[in-house]
Each structure stands twice: as C-alpha cells, then as structure tokens.
C-alpha cells in the first residue's frame, strides 16, 4: 500500500507523548465525568490530572512484555485445525523464547504510542492486529471492515477504501484507558513474511510500476544520491530505480529519505517482544493461518481469507525464486549486509538464514 502523503503523522517525539499522557480517560468517553458545573475550574483541572496519574500509574505497574495468555480455542470444532494448531503453539513457543532471552527494554510505557501506532482495533471481535506490509496487510484490512460492520463482503472492497478511506481504528487513537484495556484483553495478531521476500516484494510494487508518492519521494533522492551521471528525466521524476540502487539506499547510514513502513523491520513496527502477540501469523501459510484465527475469534463461518493479489495482479507474486533473481544483481557483501538488517526478523520468527 502507498503511504497517503496526508496520513503522515507529526514526530512521535517527547513533546507528543508529554501531550497525550496528560489526557485523561474521558477524552474516548470511557473515563470518569467531571462533577457538577458549579465546581471551580481549577477543582475541575486538579481532578483531570489526578485521573492522568491514575492512568500512567497503571502504565507504570504493567508487566512488561506482555504476559502471554493461551489462545482460547473453545470456537474451534473443527479437527482439521489440529497441524495448524500445533503449529501455532510452536511459533509462539520460540518467539516467546527468543524473547525471554534477547528481547525487552528497561521503560517501554515512555514510547508507548509509538509502539502502539501500527496495531488497528476491531472491537466487536476484540482483535488487535499489528498491520506488516507486504505481508497479506490488504486483505487483513478488507477482513477487518467486514468484522466491524462496515462491508458485506472482503472481495468488493477497493484498494483505495481499504487503504484510504480512514474507516478503521488505530489503537494510538485511544486513551491510556482505552490501550491499556485492549492490550490486555483483546487477542492480539501480527502476520509476517521471509523479510527478503518482502523487501523485493515492496520494491517490486513501488517502484516497478506508476506511483505518485514513491517515484518522487523516494524515487529521485535515490537516484540523486546513488546513481552517478543520472539523466535529467529519471532525477526529475525518480522512475526506473533499479533494486541495486534501492539496497545502497536501505543500507546508509546517512539515507537521503527517511525509512518506510513497507520495508521496515518487523520488530520496529510491531515490537513483538514487548506486545506479546497471541497469534503468530506467516505470509508462506496465510490463508491456512487466516482461517485458523477466524475461527478462534468467533467470526461468522461464511467469511474466510480473500486469497487474491490486492494490485498488479498479473504480475507474478513474489516467491523464493523471484528473490534470487533480484539478488543475482548484488554483491555477496550486500547480501549479506541485508541479512544483517533484517537479522532480528530472521532469528525471532525462525526463519531459515537464505542463501547468500
């Protein structure tokens, strides 16, 4: 999905997080309401506050990571589930593993809205799910709208009202209250994808057809920075970026562009070892996957996973041997320096080292 240019949010710095903390829970309808409207505005102010420290002291006191519950399985009456189970209880195992042995940081509440910012919110179902791109996100989003109401169906929904039509929550939307509630209540899902496979699979879809967001965002600052004696028009409209130039891009230190979510880390944009997610998703198992976790949320039995390509879909999905033909391109030095950056993504979802 391209990121909408409008949807881009201020820093998630210091200043932010100062604001947003000292909101009390009223301001999502779910706090205390303040007493008569005789009290003095400065009794109505103390009492704000008190409600805020309430809240952040309940932040402070939660055990971080997450504790990890057992999935209920009460919904599921299906024996054909039993692999897709096993192999669910595997998955969680190892990343809880990894987690307990690597992971962690020492104050995590202090960045809590930025954690929180890729998770959307379907509250009927009560399912938190960490949005990865390029890793079946499209039609998780489609899924989502018909769960919360807002669709019949998730094969007549577009690409631009799955991605643009603002009608899902985010659960950095919600109050202090409001997250903490459904970080500890809801079931929580991400769903991920070999990381190589998913980096080519991102350049393939922004740069290898028409984009008006990444060919000049992304597009010319890249081909600026990286490709010696450029002609004017490929400066001038930043098309035609070739995967080895992208690689030097992702790569440097010093990147002319900041990063994007479509190819960032899986562990920065969904923080897997703080958020101790329920369900364990892969892209090389989705449907299978999909539909297991549907029955476990209690979904109605005629909605299963949408298993078409969301754009270019005469294009050939993006596999192992597609891969290799994009690295053929690179260095061993730069394979190997890719495998290095994704190398938490590797480790922690247990997927297998690739050839390099």
Known sequence: MPEDPKEKKENLNSERSTRVLTETSHSQGEGPRLGKTTESPTIKLIEKHQGAKTLFKKLREMSWPLEVRPLNKSLVKDNK???????????????????????????????????????????????????????????WKRILMVLNGLAPSAYNISHDAVHYGKHLKKLDSFDLQGIYTRLNTYTKAVFVRDPMERL?????????????????????????????????????????????????????SQRPVGMDIHWEKVSKLCYPCLINYDFVGKFETLEEDANYFLQLIGAPKELKFPNFKDRHSSDERTNAQVVRQYLKDLTRTERQLIYDFYYLDYLMFNYTTPFL
Request: hydrophobic share 30%; net charge positive; glycine share 6%.
């Open 81 to 139: 589930w039993r692999g897709t189970d096993a192999t669910q209880e595997k998955r969680r195992a190892f990343l809880q593993e990894f987690c307990k042995k690597y992971g962690g940081v020492s104050h995590p509440q202090s960045h809590l809205f930025h954690m929180v910012s890729r998770i959307y919110v379907e509250d009927k179902h009560k399912i938190l799910y960490c949005e990865v791109p390029k890793a079946g996100c499209s039609n």
């Open 200 to 252: 080519v699979s991102a350049f393939r879809d922004k740069f290898e057809h028409p984009n008006s967001y990444y060919h000049p965002v992304f597009g010319k600052a890249i081909i600026k920075k990286y490709r010696p004696n450029a002609c004017e028009k490929a400066l001038n409209n930043g098309s035609g970026v070739k995967f080895k130039e992208f690689v030097h891009y992702l790569l440097d």
